[in-house]
Structure formats: structure tokens, C-alpha cells
């Protein structure tokens, strides 16, 4: 088992070390998302940190363990397979969000990198898809002056607050649009709320976004299609792969599957 984590990391490792494009990252948005993993259960909230990364003509948001982890892989690409060996598998951060979102001002579309247990995908999908109304409401958060829209995306209704205090047109996760950067906004139930926690100017060269290999690139419907299609079959899919599950297991993935069962887009 360990030897086959070791493979893996050096496969990683290689993914990220070759990647085909780098990206210069000037500014950095931390958001705090909190987050409502069974739709049933209104008393059972989870968090986590996620990253903004920008410059004047792009950004990229992925989770912030996850960019840890791109990091944690490029620093032992060249490491010893003895040193590697040593390595303590559980300070590896883990993230329930494997996406990584790229907005580039000069293309109409944004791309979007996910994976599905092993599995690389690429999609594309228009970045005119969120249709903003921007209302007169207004509202200070975190000492910044915020102005309240609205909008409805992938079957919820969202609240947003940007402030043109910060004159980036971005926000979090695939939201964009607004004149000013969005410092919160979540849907009308609160099942997925993102807020701006801080924020740093950064000089720093980005090159892990795309995966060089087992990536497939194929389109927004389709990606979902794989997605319901591993949930409704995830433990043949794992079987498949090669690790051999007992019964007990078994039924603990699936139960532990029923309680995520609420994800942020209910609609693609």
C-alpha cells in the first residue's frame, strides 16, 4: 500500500513538474467556504479555505490544500526515492474540492480542471452564463463598502456583495462580472457561502494547472454525466482500480456518499 502511494506521488509529481503553461500571480484572495454536505442536515456544516489567484489578464481558484499539495509535490519532484520513502503521509493536506478554475479575460469561456477519483477532466463553459442584477443595497463587510446583486446559477439563487474598492472584476469559484470584486455571496439557503478572509499581493510563478496526463478533455455534460454515473457506482469503480473492498467498507462509502449528496452545482 505504501509502495503504491509512493508511485502515485511521483506520478503527481511529474504531472505538475511538466506542465505546459506558467502563470505570473500578483494578487491573492483567501475565502473562508462554509458548506452544507448533506441537504437533510441543517446542523452539520463544514469548512475550508480556498485561494483567488490573479493577475491583470487571468485567475486561477482552487482550494487552498490543494494548492499546498501542488507544492508539496513540486518540492520532492527531485527528491531521492529513499527520501521519499520517509515521507509522513498524513501531514499530506486533503481537500474535498479538486477543481481548479481558470478565467482568462481575452477568451469567452472559462476552463475548469476536475477529477474523478483517478481521473483528469477538462471542460469549458461560457463565462456569460451568470446574468447579474445589480440592486442599490448596500453594506459594509470586513471594513469594505459592498453592493448587493443577485443572480441564479446551476439551480440556486445566489446573494452577492462586491466592492469596487477592490476594481477586479472576480470572485470566487466560476463567479465573475460584477465591477468590483466579490467579498461574499452564497445561495438563498446557505447551503454554499463563500467570504473573503484576506488578501496579499504576491509575486509568485503558478505552473500546476493542467495535468499532462490521464486528462480527458470533453464537455460540462459530459464531465457530470462521469461524475453521477461514479457516485451511483463508486464502489465497483474503486474495485475496478484494483483495491479489493470487504463488505464493511463497502457499505461505510456508501453511507458516507448519502450524506454528500447536496454539491454546489444541482443543475449543469
Avoid at 482550494?63 to 521519499?84: F, M, T, V
Avoid at 463587510?141 to 456583495?161: F, P, S
Avoid at 465573475?176 to 510563478?205: M, Q, R
Wanted: with cysteine; aromatic share 12%; net charge positive.
Amino acid at each position: 500500500m505504501v509502495q503504491k502511494f509512493i508511485f502515485t506521488l511521483i506520478f503527481l509529481a511529474s504531472i505538475i513538474a511538466n506542465a505546459q503553461k506558467k502563470y505570473s500571480i500578483q494578487h491573492k484572495f483567501t475565502y473562508k467556504l462554509t458548506y452544507q454536505p448533506d441537504s437533510t442536515d441543517v446542523h452539520t456544516k463544514q469548512s475550508e479555505d480556498m485561494f483567488l489567484l490573479t493577475n491583470e489578464d487571468l485567475s486561477i481558484f482552487q482550494s487552498k490544500n490543494g494548492y499546498i499539495k501542488d507544492s508539496l509535490l513540486l518540492a520532492i519532484e527531485n527528491k531521492p526515492a529513499q527520501e521519499i520513502n520517509m515521507l509522513d503521509i498524513s501531514r499530506f493536506p486533503k481537500t474535498q474540492f479538486h477543481f481548479k478554475i481558470l478565467k482568462e479575460k481575452s477568451e469567452d469561456s472559462i476552463t475548469v480542471y476536475d477529477k474523478i477519483y483517478t481521473d483528469n477532466f477538462q471542460y469549458k463553459e461560457s463565462n456569460n452564463n451568470i446574468k447579474w442584477e445589480i440592486t442599490s443595497e448596500t453594506l459594509s463587510i470586513n471594513g469594505l463598502k459592498c453592493q448587493k446583486a443577485t443572480a441564479y446559477y446551476a439551480g440556486r439563487n445566489y446573494e452577492a456583495w462586491f466592492s469596487n474598492e477592490i476594481p477586479i472584476s472576480d470572485g470566487p469559484y466560476k463567479f465573475s462580472g460584477l465591477p468590483g470584486l466579490i467579498i461574499k455571496i452564497s445561495d438563498l439557503k446557505n447551503h454554499y457561502v463563500f467570504e473573503l478572509i484576506a488578501k496579499s499581493d504576491k509575486n509568485l510563478s503558478y505552473s500546476s494547472l493542467k495535468p499532462r496526463r490521464n486528462l480527458f478533455i470533453t464537455t460540462k455534460s459530459i464531465y457530470f454525466d462521469r461524475l453521477k454515473d461514479y457516485k451511483k457506482n463508486i464502489v465497483e469503480r474503486i474495485a475496478q482500480s484494483g483495491f479489493t473492498i470487504n463488505d464493511e467498507y463497502k457499505e461505510e462509502v456508501k453511507q458516507k456518499l448519502k450524506k454528500r449528496n447536496n454539491p454546489i452545482e444541482l443543475k449543469n
